[in-house]
């Protein structure tokens, strides 16, 4: 990894705690929209500066699942200036499969379509 690209990947702030109306409480760590920070087995987001959520999603592998991601262009049209990372700890209540589906129907952000209960009750 050269210095530019691991300076690039330096979160924008400190880890926050983002909870999700049901309170249920996830630890992100922010990143400019573009990054491509080096982690495995997390749920994402993209987000506005406001902290809006606009989009989750969970990666095996993020650098590979950010790289030409089909939605992240149209998250920046709409407001996202960050990316958002949150690593379940091994003995967290919810791996990072069952945290994304949790804050997609707790918090129904308006680009996620699946696990998405207002999408689906206003039949879009």
């Not at 993209?46 to 089909?70: C, I, K, M, N, S």
């Not at 994304?100 to 379509?113: G, S, T, V």
Request: one cysteine or more; proline letters at 7%.
């Amino acid at each position: 990894m050269s210095v530019i690209s691991a300076l690039f990947n330096l979160p924008i702030r400190a880890d926050f705690c983002f909870t999700d109306g049901f309170g249920g409480q996830f630890l992100f760590r922010p990143f400019v929209l573009d990054a491509k920070p080096d982690y495995s087995r997390v749920v994402y987001a993209f987000a506005t500066p406001e902290q809006r959520v606009l989009y989750f999603g969970r990666a095996e592998d993020l650098p590979q699942r950010l790289y030409g991601h089909e939605r992240k262009d149209e998250a920046a049209a709409f407001g996202a200036t960050e990316l958002w990372v949150h690593q379940p700890a091994p003995n967290a209540p919810l791996n990072y499969i069952a945290a994304e589906q949790h804050l997609i129907r707790a918090c129904a952000p308006m680009m996620n379509d699946q696990h998405n209960i207002v999408r689906a009750l206003l039949g879009y």
